[in-house]
Nanobody, 120 residues
Framework: QVQLVESGGGLVQPGGSLGLSCAASGSSFSFDAMGWFRQAPGKERELVATITSGGSTNYADSVKGRFTVSRDNAKNTVYLQMNSLKPEDTAVYYC??????????????WGQGTQVTVSS
C-alpha cells in the first residue's frame, strides 16, 4: 500500500542546481531512514544520500559537499538539493524508504525513479 513518488527531475547545465522530492503515501507510520539512490545506464545502482528519522545523514563521496538531503517527518517526505551538478551526476534517481518492524524485519520501499540529466 505504501507508495513513494519522486518529483523534480529534469535537464540542467553543468554547475546548475536541481531539487528532488519524494513523498510517501499510504502509510500510517514514519520511516527509520529515507534517502536517494541513482543508476546510470550500464551501471549498478549506487547510494547517493540517506537520512534517518533523527536527522543523521550519509553521503556518497562523489556528492559530498554538493548535495544535501533533508526530510519532513510529519509529511513523510525526503528531499535532495543538488548543487554544482556535473555530467557524471546524470542518472535516474530513486527514492528509498526503510522501516524496521518490531520483530527486527527490515522493509524497503522504492520509488519509480526520476531522470536527472546534466548537460550543456
Amino acid at each position: 500500500q505504501v507508495q513513494l513518488v519522486e518529483s523534480g527531475g529534469g535537464l540542467v547545465q553543468p554547475g546548475g542546481s536541481l531539487g528532488l522530492s519524494c513523498a510517501a503515501s499510504g502509510s500510517s507510520f514514519s520511516f527509520d531512514a529515507m534517502g536517494w539512490f541513482r543508476q546510470a545506464p550500464g551501471k549498478e545502482r549506487e547510494l547517493v544520500a540517506t537520512i534517518t528519522s533523527g536527522g543523521s545523514t550519509n553521503y556518497a563521496d562523489s556528492v559530498k559537499g554538493r548535495f544535501t538531503v533533508s526530510r519532513d517527518n510529519a509529511k513523510n517526505t525526503v528531499y535532495l538539493q543538488m548543487n554544482s551538478l556535473k555530467p557524471e551526476d546524470t542518472a535516474v534517481y530513486y527514492c528509498n524508504a526503510i522501516r524496521y518492524w518490531v520483530s527486527g524485519v527490515r522493509f524497503d520501499y522504492w520509488g519509480q525513479g526520476t531522470q536527472v540529466t546534466v548537460s550543456s
